[in-house]
């Protein structure tokens, strides 16, 4: 009975978890970075420390370029050189990724540099959405992250739990 109440929690907190976050908002704003202070899409991410962030990130790129590199160009700063995203521009552009560990959450700032302008809502309107949902689609699959994280926490648990019922309902047998 503790085993089939302690699964009906962990699917309970787990879809509560799933569904905490539905709509992400992408937020653009002007912040300073490595090459001045450009316009960029920033969005936050709850529970995720920098380091988590930086490592769901290079999980995420790679997943859309097995050719893209992800190098460091300042503190907290990554870019990736001639990242082709196909719904943003038909050439190959820099991304910028900006990471801001807040006290509640940590803030991925994405500036997409076309060569000779930043996209923004008023430089590239027909971009502008594009932008947004791209990082969009980043955040979406640090959520994922964070829950198969979570969901596995909760199944060690379970597990531990188990095969301590296991234990003593064969030691209690005799």
């Not at 908002?25 to 969005?43: A, C, L, P």
Request: glycine share 4%.
């Amino acid at each position: 009975m503790k085993i089939e109440s302690l699964i009906a929690g962990m699917l309970i907190l787990c879809s509560g978890y799933s569904h905490a976050q539905k709509n992400i908002d992408v937020v653009e704003r002007k912040v300073t970075m490595s090459t001045g202070e450009h316009t960029g899409y920033t969005v936050a991410l709850q529970n995720a420390g920098d380091d988590d962030v930086r490592s769901m990130l290079e999980n995420w790129i790679e997943e859309k370029s097995k050719k893209a590199d992800l190098s460091e160009t300042g503190t907290n700063e990554w870019v990736i050189n001639d990242f082709l995203i196909s719904d943003l521009d038909e050439k190959p552009l820099d991304v910028y990724f900006l990471i801001e560990e807040g006290k509640n959450d940590t803030k991925v700032t994405a500036f997409y540099d076309l060569g000779d302008v930043y996209i923004s809502s008023e430089t590239q309107p027909a971009k502008h959405e594009d932008a947004k949902n791209f990082l969009r689609s980043f955040a979406y699959r640090a959520e994922k992250i964070k829950i198969q994280q979570r969901l596995a926490e909760v199944e060690k648990s379970l597990n531990k739990v188990e095969s301590n019922y296991k234990f003593y309902s064969i030691t209690n047998f005799w």
